[in-house]
């Protein structure tokens, strides 16, 4: 089974995103309830060229276990060779991401691609499952297009060929992130009498509300959050004290600071000043959406050219605004 002696008996997991989920964000999320980490979605071409910055994404800190390491490909033996490079590592599973749908990906028949062809999705996942020991789980959507939504038959077969887990977001490759995700096929997935492996839901969780009323609905056995945390690791504790039925704690502007400088910070030392200065931009409205009239802040903030202005920036914003 899926690292059940980890995990709770119903999880908070931060869904991986590419120049999202770097490890200063993982451990920020750990740090506000995350309760499962993933990295960044590595190419397994990518690692068998040897590519340093795709090897370097699957680096980890022992604080944020249990964390999964998410491999994707389309080629058999890159995807075996890519396994053993990550079972190297030693993380606590690995993944395998058949569900991104942007083109670059899906279109060379990786991420949710691979849905055009699900005996070759099953084939990929079993080969990964044959070259590593330890536990392997599958993130995926609910088909291709609207057309054909075959993950009902996909959970049980990758489940009979081994995966310890599987993620489901509610949407087809072709309808992206647009629309409102059809989580009706996931509670179905759960539902099925013949399924054993724990099932995760994702898809439109942006409130801690939704996750109390998404966990009764389904009963999966976890929810994945990943564009609703962007900026707001604070989704993650708030949904732990939704999920005790306790009240909602309001989070300071002088903690938002805070959070946003030790984020920068740690991206700095991760990446470099300017890299950590273009990447923190997406970041910025999460961290201070609370906030009225912040949107001159935002544009300074997103133009700064140097660390130590965002700090003074940052400084202004903890003197000018309270919550």
């Known amino acids: 089974m899926f690292l059940k002696d980890k995990l709770k008996p119903f999880s908070l997991i931060l869904s991986p995103m590419e120049a999202v989920t770097n490890p200063p964000f993982r451990k920020i999320c750990k740090d506000y309830g995350a309760d499962v980490l993933i990295t960044e979605f590595i ?27 998410q491999i994707f490909g389309n080629n058999e033996e890159s995807l075996i060779a890519a396994t053993e490079m990550a079972v190297a590592a030693n993380p606590d599973f690995i993944d395998i991401n058949w569900g991104c749908p942007v083109r670059k990906v899906a ?29 392997v789980s599958v993130k995926t959507r609910l088909g291709y297009d609207e ?49 054993q492996i724990p099932v995760f839901g994702n898809g439109d969780i942006d409130s801690a509300e939704k996750v109390v009323e998404f966990k009764e609905r389904y ?17 993650f504790f708030h949904a732990q004290q939704a999920l005790k039925g306790e009240k909602r704690t309001p989070i300071s502007v002088s903690e938002r600071v805070r959070v946003c400088k030790q984020h920068l910070e740690g991206l700095i030392q991760w990446r470099s000043e300017k890299l950590a200065l273009f990447e923190m931009r997406k970041f910025y409205s999460g961290y201070f959406y609370a906030i009225n009239n912040f949107k001159p802040y935002r544009i300074r903030l997103v133009t700064a050219a140097s660390f130590e202005e965002v700090y003074k920036i940052l400084n202004e914003i903890e003197e000018d605004f309270t919550i």
């Open 43 to 69: 190419s397994a071409d990518a690692l068998i060229r040897e590519v340093e910055a795709s090897k370097k994404k699957m680096f980890f800190v022992e604080a944020e276990r249990p964390v999964g390491i």
């Open 107 to 135: 279109g060379k028949g990786c991420g949710s691609g691979i849905l055009n062809d699900v005996p070759k999705m099953i084939y990929l996942t079993k080969k990964v499952v044959e070259h590593s020991h330890l536990p």
């Open 147 to 195: 057309n054909e939504k075959p993950v009902v038959y996909i959970a049980e077969a990758l489940q009979d060929i081994g995966i310890s887990a599987i993620s489901i977001h509610g949407r087809t490759r072709a309808a992206m992130y647009k629309g409102k995700a059809d989580w009706t096929l996931i509670g179905e997935v759960k539902a099925n009498p013949r399924m």
């Open 219 to 235: 009963g999966v056995d976890g929810i994945l959050i990943g564009r609703a945390a962007i900026g707001n690791p604070f989704i």
